[in-house]
């Protein structure tokens, strides 16, 4: 995939109980946190890949929807 593709892509997460928290890694060789978003259930978050953004990190109960499929953490 074209990396300009693999960033415009969306995926939705929602939360599934109160507290879920949302993880950012960084691109680039030094992968480290760099942004943490909490989610009470219901609310949903909608992100990107970005240049900043390689990876992402979920904590809690959750829908996560993407691309590639769906899936649920428990
Ligand atoms: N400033 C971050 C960025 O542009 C915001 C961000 C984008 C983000 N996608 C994310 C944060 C996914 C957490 C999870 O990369």
Known sequence: ME?????????VIKALEDGVNVIGLTRGTDTRFH???KLD???????QFTEHTSAVKIRG?????TSHG???ND
Request: charged residues 20%; hydrophobic residues 50%; aromatic residues 8%.
């Open 3 to 11: 990396a300009s593709a693999a960033k415009s892509d969306f995926f």
């Open 35 to 37: 942004h943490a978003e």
């Open 41 to 47: 259930q219901g609310e949903i978050m909608i992100a």
């Open 61 to 65: 109960k959750a829908l996560i929807q």
């Open 70 to 72: 769906e899936i649920t």
